[in-house]
């Protein structure tokens, strides 16, 4: 289908309006202040600032429009029906002024542009071949899509909705019907670092039995959309049947399964504005437009819910006032986390592994959750094991963007591969280079020493005999042996060496020096440059609560379960509850391979290098 070419209301609400070409929407709009028709049809009119849609509508200045309208200008209460085209693109366009003197240009037609609005035709247009929006072909035999999204207390399946939005969409992707209120659980609000909601904030909304009807007829008979749509299925679903409705969920269309994307960086993406996330009004409209932009995507069409109520009903809703938001400190993890990627087959049970380890612990609940989902979604413990590692190279790329990896990111990093029961080699090798600092250390008597082996200098052969005695001619304290105590300073041939001495003195935080600067220092009575790797602790992961931290060496109960040994009733298991399989990554060419998980030491090398060892 076509059009002509003009300006029309952005079917993205990223803008006023946007310039169709006749074929293809381009990436020309307007963003000039004024009123303008409102893209959510719940008024006439909406002021658009110049940068966001405003919550101001004509309803608001009604009595503005009205004390400054010219005589033989249409009031906007008067406006003409809009016409659309066949693909449901709007055809009335305003011209933009000041709320203070607002008019309207009530012609049907192009959008006339003021002096500081877009030319006619813009001088260079550069068509990004999206062609004109349509969800018809995903609608299979729906009417309508319906885009929700829940905020909750928690994850598991005994928690409660605390917030509710749908939206509510034609085949043009046009929205037709916006839901949205606060909901009452009745008990604890969970997260506040999530949704940003109070026990207060919450005092007078419904209780989900209140509004199960309303929701239950915007369900019925539409597709479903949603990020993450498995999530707001169940935590829905789970509140119509208590509220005694059953519910068929039909072929829900899935956004995150298609971007593979958590939802803010999925709008990154694709240039879809998401104002205050983790708002559920918010995030369901972004989703919508998210829908559109991702929408040839899809593969299959969607099929229709079921409930078998059709009237909506009448209940009084508490929508969340604008801009509240309750900013508590968000756990360490979820600034790494931000922009972790999703391979679709996992990217389900990746985002609930996300909020699940966002305050880096693993309870009981939570790995119950994680198993329940991965049954659900028949993922077998490699898929799982493949989701892990997947998650923590994620953490590690984003920790490494800026080539730096504080002692804050390394002691969350490591954290989460004794919660995944990751072997923290696969920390180690990808981060070590980022974590060596260079220090001068003088040699002074009595430092204990330790050479790697034989060096050579000038094309000399130094056997490790002859460097004792150098280093004991100098006051030194030749060792043979790397340990956290017994060891000041190690010297190799090469400081970047794999051996297992150096791996020793970086894993103590021992100075490693190269054996030239050595001979140098010794001979010349000046200090002697190192690097030092910059030591963390050893994580563990408490087998009764399920909470992490790092220490000197590894334990199996935190100190607060050890001194209050009546929580153990409610023991998280131990932390390989999850999956069956090690991931584990080889000392000598870094890459990792999996094994089912066995007790007793783990292997250092893969079958391949140990092979090569041993041959």
Same mark, same amino acid.
Request: with cysteine; charged share 20%.
């Given at each position: 289908?076509?059009?002509?070419?003009?300006?029309? $209301?952005?079917?993205?609400?990223?803008?006023?309006?946007?310039?169709?070409?006749?074929?293809?929407?381009?990436?020309?709009?307007?963003?000039?202040?004024?009123?303008?028709?409102?893209?959510?049809?719940?008024?006439?009119?909406?002021?658009?600032?110049?940068?966001?849609?405003?919550?101001?509508?004509?309803?608001?200045?009604?009595?503005?429009?009205?004390?400054?309208?010219?005589?033989?200008?249409?009031?906007?209460?008067?406006?003409?029906?809009?016409?659309?085209?066949?693909?449901?693109?709007?055809?009335?366009?305003?011209?933009?002024?000041?709320?203070? +003197?607002?008019?309207?240009?009530?012609?049907?037609?192009?959008?006339?542009?003021?002096?500081?609005?877009?030319?006619?035709?813009?001088?260079?247009?550069?068509?990004?071949?999206?062609?004109?929006?349509?969800?018809?072909?995903?609608?299979?035999?729906?009417?309508?899509?319906?885009?929700?999204?829940?905020?909750?207390? =928690?994850?598991?399946?005994?928690?409660?909705?605390?917030?509710?939005?749908?939206?509510?969409?034609?085949?043009?992707?046009?929205?037709?019907?916006?839901?949205?209120?606060?909901?009452?659980?009745?008990?604890?609000?969970?997260?506040?670092?999530?949704?940003?909601?109070?026990?207060?904030?919450?005092?007078?909304?419904?209780?989900?039995?209140?509004?199960?009807?309303?929701?239950?007829?915007?369900?019925?008979?539409?597709?479903?959309?949603?990020?993450?749509?498995?999530?707001?299925?169940?935590?829905?679903?789970?509140?119509?049947?208590?509220? =005694?409705?059953?519910?068929?969920?039909? !072929?829900?269309?899935? !956004?995150?399964?298609?971007?593979?994307?958590?939802?803010? $960086?999925?709008?990154?993406?694709?240039?879809?504005?998401?104002?205050?996330?983790?708002?559920?009004?918010?995030?369901?409209?972004?989703?919508?437009?998210?829908?559109?932009?991702?929408?040839?995507?899809? &593969?299959?069409?969607?099929?229709?819910?079921?409930?078998?109520?059709?009237?909506?009903?009448?209940?009084?809703?508490?929508?969340? +006032?604008?801009?509240?938001?309750?900013?508590?400190?968000?756990?360490?993890?979820?600034?790494?986390?931000?922009?972790?990627?999703?391979?679709?087959?996992?990217?389900?049970?990746?985002?609930?592994?996300?909020?699940?380890?966002?305050?880096?612990?693993?309870?009981?609940?939570?790995?119950?959750?994680?198993?329940?989902?991965?049954?659900?979604?028949?993922?077998?413990?490699?898929?799982?094991?493949? +989701?892990?590692?997947?998650?923590?190279?994620?953490?590690?790329?984003?920790?490494?963007?800026?080539?730096?990896?504080?002692?804050?990111?390394?002691?969350?990093?490591?954290?989460?591969? &004794?919660?995944?029961?990751?072997?923290?080699?696969?920390?180690?090798?990808?981060?070590?280079?980022?974590?060596?600092?260079?220090?001068?250390?003088?040699?002074?008597?009595?430092?204990?020493?330790?050479?790697?082996?034989? =060096?050579?200098?000038?094309?000399?052969?130094?056997?490790?005999?002859?460097?004792?005695?150098? +280093?004991?001619?100098?006051?030194?304290?030749?060792?043979?042996?790397?340990?956290?105590?017994?060891?000041?300073?190690?010297?190799?041939?090469?400081?970047? !060496?794999?051996?297992?001495?150096?791996?020793?003195?970086?894993?103590?935080?021992?100075?490693?020096?190269?054996?030239?600067?050595?001979?140098?220092?010794?001979?010349?009575?000046?200090?002697?440059?190192?690097?030092?790797?910059?030591?963390?602790?050893?994580?563990?992961?408490?087998?009764?609560?399920?909470?992490?931290?790092?220490? !000197?060496?590894?334990?199996?109960?935190?100190?607060?379960?050890?001194?209050?040994?009546?929580? /153990?009733?409610?023991?998280?298991?131990?932390?390989?509850?999850?999956?069956?399989?090690?991931?584990?990554?080889?000392?000598?060419?870094?890459?990792?391979?999996?094994?089912?998980?066995? /007790?007793?030491? /783990?292997?250092?090398?893969?079958?391949?290098?140990?092979?090569?060892?041993?041959?």
């Amino acid at each position: 289908m076509s059009a002509p070419a003009g300006w029309y $209301a952005d079917p993205w609400r990223q803008a006023p309006v946007r310039w169709f070409d006749g074929a293809n929407w381009s990436q020309s709009t307007s963003a000039q202040q004024g009123w303008y028709a409102d893209p959510w049809h719940q008024a006439h009119l909406r002021w658009f600032d110049g940068a966001t849609w405003t919550a101001t509508t004509h309803d608001h200045a009604q009595q503005r429009l009205a004390a400054s309208m010219p005589t033989n200008t249409s009031s906007p209460d008067t406006l003409p029906p809009q016409e659309s085209d066949a693909r449901g693109v709007e055809l009335i366009q305003l011209q933009s002024v000041e709320p203070s +003197a607002a008019h309207v240009v009530s012609e049907v037609g192009d959008f006339v542009p003021s002096e500081t609005s877009p030319v006619n035709e813009p001088s260079a247009i550069s068509a990004d071949n999206v062609t004109v929006p349509t969800l018809r072909a995903l609608m299979g035999s729906a009417e309508r899509v319906v885009v929700v999204d829940v905020e909750t207390t =928690g994850l598991g399946r005994t928690d409660r909705v605390v917030e509710i939005a749908i939206i509510t969409l034609d085949e043009h992707g046009q929205i037709r019907d916006e839901f949205e209120t606060l909901v009452n659980p009745h008990r604890d609000v969970g997260p506040t670092w999530i949704h940003g909601l109070t026990p207060t904030m919450l005092t007078d909304a419904p209780s989900f039995d209140d509004i199960a009807v309303a929701v239950a007829a915007r369900l019925d008979g539409a597709v479903v959309v949603a990020h993450n749509i498995s999530f707001d299925t169940r935590m829905i679903g789970s509140e119509l049947t208590r509220a =005694g409705i059953d519910i068929r969920w039909g !072929t829900g269309l899935d !956004t995150l399964a298609v971007t593979g994307r958590k939802l803010a $960086a999925a709008c990154r993406d694709h240039a879809v504005i998401l104002h205050g996330a983790h708002c559920a009004a918010n995030d369901a409209r972004a989703t919508a437009s998210l829908l559109l932009a991702v929408a040839d995507r899809f &593969a299959t069409a969607g099929k229709p819910a079921h409930t078998g109520i059709c009237s909506v009903g009448s209940t009084q809703l508490v929508a969340r +006032a604008a801009g509240a938001f309750v900013h508590e400190p968000a756990p360490y993890l979820v600034e790494l986390a931000s922009d972790i990627h999703l391979e679709p087959d996992v990217a389900d049970y990746a985002v609930l592994l996300d909020q699940a380890l966002a305050d880096l612990q693993l309870s009981a609940a939570e790995r119950a959750e994680l198993e329940e989902l991965a049954r659900d979604s028949g993922l077998s413990a490699a898929d799982i094991a493949r +989701a892990h590692r997947g998650f923590l190279n994620d953490l590690i790329d984003t920790a490494l963007d800026d080539g730096i990896v504080t002692d804050d990111e390394i002691d969350r990093l490591v954290r989460v591969a &004794a919660l995944l029961n990751l072997d923290p080699h696969v920390v180690a090798t990808r981060t070590n280079p980022f974590r060596f600092t260079d220090d001068v250390v003088s040699l002074e008597p009595g430092l204990t020493v330790c050479f790697t082996g034989d =060096g050579d200098t000038a094309g000399r052969a130094l056997p490790r005999a002859e460097l004792h005695a150098i +280093a004991t001619a100098h006051g030194l304290t030749p060792v043979d042996a790397v340990t956290s105590k017994g060891c000041g300073l190690l010297v190799a041939a090469d400081p970047a !060496t794999l051996s297992g001495k150096a791996k020793a003195a970086r894993k103590f935080g021992i100075p490693i020096a190269a054996l030239d600067d050595f001979l140098t220092a010794a001979t010349t009575s000046t200090g002697l440059p190192v690097t030092v790797l910059r030591r963390h602790g050893v994580a563990s992961v408490c087998e009764q609560c399920g909470d992490s931290w790092t220490a !000197t060496r590894r334990t199996r109960v935190c100190p607060p379960c050890r001194r209050a040994p009546s929580v /153990r009733a409610s023991a998280a298991g131990p932390p390989t509850s999850i999956v069956g399989t090690d991931i584990l990554v080889c000392i000598d060419c870094s890459r990792s391979w999996e094994r089912p998980r066995a /007790r007793g030491r /783990r292997p250092h090398r893969c079958p391949d290098c140990a092979a090569a060892v041993t041959a």
